[in-house]
């Protein structure tokens, strides 16, 4: 099982940014789904923000114009540039992939959002 490693959580203060990067150990080559979730205590996860097979993505209504992602394919990594945050944005952040043949979740970062 091949499970991709989420970092750079932490603490920031309302309207501040930070970046999170997710990497996997082996390059897929077609993946149908690379995304982000989160999921806060009691709360079902979900989606921020996701890049589709077709090349395409997909954002949370709640994180849309604030949060953007992005890719770099040769490093096997995703990120997640969130700006303007708010207190409402405190979750831990998970990457998730689909291929054909597996889909795998990582451990989970903690973003905490103070206000």
């Known amino acids: 099982q091949v499970q991709p490693v989420e970092s750079g959580g932490g603490l920031v203060q309302a309207g501040g940014s930070l970046r999170l990067s997710c990497t996997v150990s082996?390059?897929?080559?077609?993946?149908?789904?690379w995304a982000w979730y989160r999921q806060t205590p009691g709360k079902q996860r979900e989606l921020v923000a996701a890049?589709?097979?077709?090349?395409?993505?997909n954002y949370g209504d709640s994180v849309k114009g604030r949060f953007t992602i992005s890719r770099d394919n040769a490093k096997s990594t995703l990120y997640l540039q969130m700006s303007s945050l708010k207190p409402e944005d405190t979750a831990v952040y998970y990457c998730?992939?689909?291929?054909?043949?597996?889909?795998?979740w990582g451990q989970g970062t903690q973003v905490t959002v103070s206000s």
């Open positions: 998730h992939f689909e291929t054909a043949l597996l889909a795998s």
């Open positions: 082996r390059r897929f080559l077609n993946m149908r789904v």
């Open positions: 890049y589709t097979s077709g090349g395409g993505t």
